[in-house]
């Protein structure tokens, strides 16, 4: 009964090219875009309301303060 050289089975399983596999992304192009779109349009709503409070709460602050 002859002995498996393990050596050689690594050297080889080391040396053959492995096939990389597309990444779930670059199928889903579709996808990707409409998830961007939603995230800039999901921004852009928090980013007016961020203003809408800064402004009120700047008028607020200056209705407050006494007149000189």
């Not at 992304?25 to 309301?49: D, H, K, R, W």
């Amino acid at each position: 009964m002859a002995v498996i050289d393990t050596t050689l089975v690594a050297r080889e399983v080391m040396n053959t090219p492995t096939k990389r596999v597309a990444s779930w992304p670059s199928e889903n192009v579709g996808v990707m875009v409409v998830f961007c779109i939603v995230f800039l349009v999901a921004v852009g709503i928090i980013a007016v309301y961020i203003a809408k409070f800064l402004a009120r709460r700047k008028e607020k602050k200056e209705r407050q303060q006494p007149k000189h």
